[in-house]
């Protein structure tokens, strides 16, 4: 009976961790930036539906996962890797598996945004990192990447929209306002971003703006 109770309460604790994943793959990782910047590029294109949803899910997962290897390296080998060998035990192993995710999360953390969260969260005294409580620094590095991502693309939408502009600008000069713009912009937009290879430019200043 005690054997059965462990297994049920060991089955209960995996399930929750399960459905833990998606949160903290938004709230932890780059996924939040990546699939925001890659969402910005479709819409500044102007084709709600393609690449669709989940094709740009699956980008940014392994764009993400491909962002994040140093750090999920340095879990596997200073956490999982002595916790499989019965060397740690696994309040241990926890513990030495988020210092690496807490150092990824400092590195891309504006400290306006930290700043923040510490004084709503009253701490005082904070002279380090190890100060600062990993509640508070999740929502700081949420918003930041949130700001970053906004931010790239703001940058991404400027070609399109000058392109629109001037799409606009010439069908009234012809006096054809009854033809909507998106028409004779979207093949010009396509074309711009084939020809400058935009999903190239775009996933290397991803990666790139990562500090790590």
Known sequence: MKTDSSNAVQLLL???????????????????RILIVLGFIRTGLGTPTAPPNQVLVGI?????LFVMSPTLTKIKKDAYDPLQRGAITQTVALKRAEEPMREFMFDQTREKDLALFVKLAKIKNVKTRADIPTQVLIPAFT???LKTAFQIGFLIFLPFL???????????????????????????K????????????????LVQSFHT
């Not at 995996?14 to 939040?32: D, E, H, K, Q, Y």
């Not at 629109?164 to 010439?170: K, M, N, P, W, Y």
Request: hydrophobic share 60%.
């Open 14 to 32: 995996l399930v929750g961790g399960i459905s833990l994943v998606p949160a903290l793959l938004f709230t932890v990782t780059g996924f939040s």
């Open 60 to 64: 940014a997962f392994f764009l993400t």
């Open 143 to 145: 918003i930041s990447e």
């Open 162 to 188: 000058i392109i629109d502009l001037v799409i606009s600008s010439t069908l009234m000069s012809m006096g054809m306002m009854m033809l909507p713009p998106i028409f004779i912009s979207l093949p010009f």
């Open 190 to 205: 396509i074309l711009l971003f084939v020809l400058v290879d935009g999903w190239n430019l775009v996933t290397q200043s």
